[in-house]
């Protein structure tokens, strides 16, 4: 078994996998490559749309509950129009027996009336449901005032006046809607209102009512809330919070739709939301209608659909796969035929040939091909070893002659032609190079950069021939200065470097000191019938070079002086700078 998978595992390393492997995995490749897309895009596309079919339900739930309330309130609206249409209600005391026992009938029947009662033009009480509030002045309730203009809906607020006659829900307060429509008179005056105050119980058992067939099919919770976000209808731990989720907000900007969202107790939910619109006859309350379900609930249906396609896509991946290793297998066996058989005429295998022409084209004429070329190349074998010894003999002669050409341009491509100093590139080989040993060895790395002052003028003035004189006369008396394990380098037109090893700040700045020292010693230089003054400034930088810091060491340092530099002839120049960091 082991040595059956070693077997295997050496087949398929690159260098040893025959056509035939190559083929197989390519094909494999492609099909996972292609299974995979096609599976990641149709998975995609049906996952969003089930996403939107699941929120797009959510949201008719929310649009039809919301379209129920206004219908409910629209309902008990037109009880209060009908009975401003009443004979009799224009003479509420004389009729006061009949109105009423018909409005305890009333409250009978729908007992989510909790009062019902009508009052004269000037806003006091004249009958009522059980005879409460008879008498009472109701002039500056909002039902009273509004109702003598039109048919009125009121928003939620919790009992004022009736507080303290009719019984409250356990552990809350009454709360009341307003419902309210003028009475007039045979000449359209208004003579009085006909109001009644809905118990905030008809919203609970009219949400019930619409919840409970959702429920059935589907889990999901309802939430009404106020023109302020508060919820007014819903699980009861809820009630009373002002909810801040992105779903009351898209209500608050007049749209409807789902979305989804993480809300206050840290679930994820979807959630469907609509306003209500109200009627023709009243304005909307404001109010939004929230149905959440919980994402992963809602999304069960996604899950599943995830998994069936994974499924058939791992099928489809296998089948393909058993596919491509049968036709890697067809398409390579010609050429793997011909592979065998070059390796044995390789090893002079006695009987060693081709194979016959066979399979396909290619196949066939490279087989052909093949057996012409080794016969040419046989007869060739004895030609080549002869030319052979030749070129051998001529290739010694030849490299002996570019092992001296390389030693000579190698010297060249290091030095200035101009001073004979370090050139530029070899003198950042070397820097490099001891700024790697310094991060080995610990040992500080001092750099002094030499910079001829007012060279330009001596250009202008003298011509560049005097220019050069300079430059080779500066150039003879820092080698004369500098020590034996220094490197001189010119790395720029009038710019000099002297790289110190092992150097510490205080000794690189007296080598500068006595470079610069030496130079204005040797000036002036004679320059046909001209004497050139000549100075030099001097930035000088020295750093120990950390294990982490090696590359960019040379690069730093470097700056550093040129920095010193620069800050010497801004000072004066002819003088030293020493960098301070």
Same mark, same amino acid.
């Given at each position: 078994?082991?040595?059956?998978?070693?077997?295997?595992?050496?087949?398929?390393?690159?260098?040893?996998?025959?056509?035939?492997?190559?083929?197989?995995?390519?094909?494999?490749?492609?099909?996972?490559?292609?299974?995979?897309?096609?599976?990641?895009?149709?998975?995609?596309?049906?996952?969003?749309?089930?996403?939107? @079919?699941?929120?797009?339900?959510?949201?008719?739930?929310?649009?039809?509950?919301?379209?129920?309330?206004?219908?409910?309130?629209?309902?008990?609206?037109?009880?209060?129009?009908?009975?401003?249409?009443?004979?009799?209600?224009?003479?509420?005391?004389?009729?006061?027996?009949?109105?009423?026992?018909?409005?305890?009938?009333?409250?009978?029947?729908?007992?989510?009336? %909790?009062?019902?009662?009508?009052?004269?033009?000037?806003?006091?009480?004249?009958?009522?449901?059980?005879?409460?509030?008879?008498?009472?002045?109701?002039?500056?309730?909002?039902?009273?005032?509004?109702?003598?203009?039109? =048919?009125?809906?009121?928003?939620?607020?919790?009992?004022?006046?009736?507080?303290?006659?009719?019984?409250?829900?356990?552990?809350?307060?009454?709360?009341?809607?307003?419902?309210?429509?003028?009475?007039?008179?045979?000449?359209?005056?208004?003579?009085?209102?006909?109001?009644?105050?809905?118990?905030?119980?008809?919203?609970?058992?009219?949400?019930?009512?619409?919840?409970?067939?959702?429920?059935?099919? *589907?889990?999901?919770?309802?939430? $009404?809330?106020?023109?302020?976000?508060?919820?007014?209808?819903? =699980?009861?731990?809820?009630?009373?919070?002002?909810?801040?989720?992105?779903?009351?907000?898209?209500?608050?900007?007049?749209?409807?739709?789902?979305?989804?969202?993480?809300?206050?107790? #840290?679930?994820?939910?979807?959630?469907?939301?609509?306003?209500?619109?109200?009627?023709?006859?009243?304005?909307?309350?404001?109010?939004?209608?929230?149905?959440?379900?919980? %994402?992963?609930?809602?999304?069960? =249906?996604?899950?599943?659909?995830?998994?069936?396609?994974?499924?058939?896509?791992?099928?489809?991946?296998?089948? $393909?796969?058993?596919?491509?290793?049968?036709? #890697?297998?067809?398409?390579?066996?010609?050429?793997?035929?011909?592979?065998?058989?070059? +390796?044995?005429?390789?090893?002079?295998? =006695?009987?060693?040939?081709?194979?016959?022409?066979?399979?396909? +084209?290619?196949?066939?004429?490279?087989?052909?091909?093949?057996?012409?070329?080794?016969? *040419?190349?046989?007869?060739?074998?004895?030609?080549?070893?002869?030319?052979?010894?030749?070129?051998?003999?001529?290739?010694?002669?030849?490299?002996?002659?570019?092992? !001296?050409?390389?030693?000579?341009?190698?010297?060249? %491509?290091?030095?200035?032609?101009?001073?004979?100093?370090?050139?530029?590139?070899?003198?950042? *080989?070397?820097?490099?190079?001891?700024?790697?040993?310094?991060?080995?060895?610990?040992?500080?790395?001092?750099?002094?950069?030499? @910079?001829?002052?007012? $060279?330009?003028?001596?250009?202008?003035?003298?011509?560049?021939?005097?220019? !050069?004189?300079?430059?080779?006369?500066?150039?003879?008396?820092?080698?004369?200065?500098?020590?034996?394990?220094?490197?001189?380098?010119?790395?720029?037109?009038?710019?000099?470097?002297?790289?110190?090893? *092992?150097?510490?700040?205080?000794?690189?700045?007296?080598?500068?000191? +006595?470079?610069?020292?030496?130079?204005?010693? %040797?000036?002036?230089?004679?320059?046909?019938?001209?004497?050139?003054?000549?100075?030099?400034?001097?930035?000088?930088?020295?750093?120990?070079?950390?294990?982490?810091?090696?590359?960019?060491?040379?690069?730093?340092?470097?700056?550093?002086?040129?920095?010193?530099?620069?800050?010497?002839?801004?000072?004066?120049?002819?003088?030293?700078?020493?960098?301070?960091?």
């Amino acid at each position: 078994m082991a040595g059956t998978l070693a077997r295997l595992v050496e087949r398929l390393r690159p260098r040893s996998a025959g056509l035939r492997t190559w083929l197989g995995l390519t094909y494999g490749l492609m099909t996972v490559v292609l299974v995979g897309v096609l599976s990641f895009l149709v998975e995609r596309a049906a996952s969003q749309k089930l996403q939107d @079919d699941i929120g797009l339900r959510l949201q008719a739930n929310a649009l039809a509950l919301a379209d129920h309330m206004d219908e409910g309130l629209y309902e008990r609206l037109n009880d209060m129009r009908a009975l401003a249409l009443l004979p009799g209600v224009d003479d509420p005391v004389a009729n006061q027996a009949l109105l009423r026992d018909l409005f305890d009938l009333m409250q009978l029947n729908y007992s989510d009336y %909790a009062w019902i009662g009508v009052a004269d033009a000037g806003g006091r009480v004249r009958v009522a449901s059980r005879g409460l509030l008879e008498g009472v002045d109701v002039s500056s309730r909002s039902w009273f005032v509004s109702g003598r203009r039109e =048919p009125h809906v009121g928003d939620l607020h919790e009992a004022v006046l009736l507080a303290n006659v009719l019984p409250a829900p356990e552990n809350e307060p009454l709360r009341l809607i307003d419902i309210s429509a003028p009475i007039h008179d045979d000449h359209g005056v208004v003579i009085g209102v006909m109001g009644a105050h809905l118990s905030w119980q008809w919203a609970e058992n009219l949400r019930q009512a619409l919840v409970q067939p959702m429920l059935a099919t *589907d889990p999901v919770e309802v939430f $009404f809330l106020d023109k302020d976000d508060t919820i007014i209808l819903g =699980p009861p731990e809820w009630r009373g919070r002002r909810l801040d989720v992105p779903s009351a907000l898209a209500v608050r900007d007049g749209r409807r739709g789902s979305v989804l969202e993480t809300w206050p107790d #840290g679930q994820r939910y979807l959630t469907g939301y609509a306003p209500t619109l109200g009627r023709d006859t009243y304005e909307s309350l404001g109010w939004t209608v929230l149905v959440r379900k919980d %994402a992963a609930l809602a999304f069960e =249906p996604i899950a599943e659909l995830r998994r069936q396609i994974l499924l058939a896509a791992a099928a489809l991946t296998l089948v $393909f796969l058993l596919l491509g290793g049968v036709m #890697g297998r067809l398409i390579g066996a010609p050429l793997h035929s011909l592979s065998v058989a070059a +390796r044995r005429m390789q090893a002079r295998e =006695p009987g060693a040939r081709f194979p016959r022409e066979r399979g396909y +084209r290619e196949a066939r004429e490279l087989t052909v091909a093949l057996r012409g070329l080794v016969d *040419d190349l046989t007869q060739h074998e004895r030609e080549l070893t002869q030319l052979t010894a030749e070129l051998e003999q001529r290739v010694r002669q030849r490299t002996l002659e570019l092992s !001296d050409a390389n030693a000579q341009l190698e010297v060249l %491509a290091m030095t200035d032609a101009l001073t004979g100093l370090a050139n530029r590139r070899h003198f950042g *080989d070397q820097l490099a190079r001891e700024a790697n040993r310094a991060g080995d060895t610990g040992r500080p790395l001092s750099l002094c950069v030499i @910079d001829i002052d007012h $060279f330009k003028a001596i250009n202008d003035q003298h011509g560049h021939p005097a220019g !050069d004189a300079v430059l080779r006369r500066v150039a003879l008396v820092l080698e004369e200065v500098v020590r034996g394990s220094d490197l001189l380098a010119r790395i720029g037109g009038e710019e000099f470097a002297v790289l110190a090893v *092992d150097t510490g700040m205080v000794e690189a700045a007296q080598l500068a000191e +006595r470079l610069r020292a030496a130079v204005e010693r %040797a000036a002036p230089v004679a320059v046909g019938h001209a004497a050139v003054p000549v100075t030099v400034s001097v930035g000088v930088a020295t750093r120990r070079v950390h294990a982490g810091e090696v590359v960019k060491a040379p690069e730093h340092l470097l700056a550093a002086a040129d920095d010193a530099l620069y800050r010497a002839k801004r000072n004066g120049r002819n003088r030293v700078e020493v960098a301070t960091s």
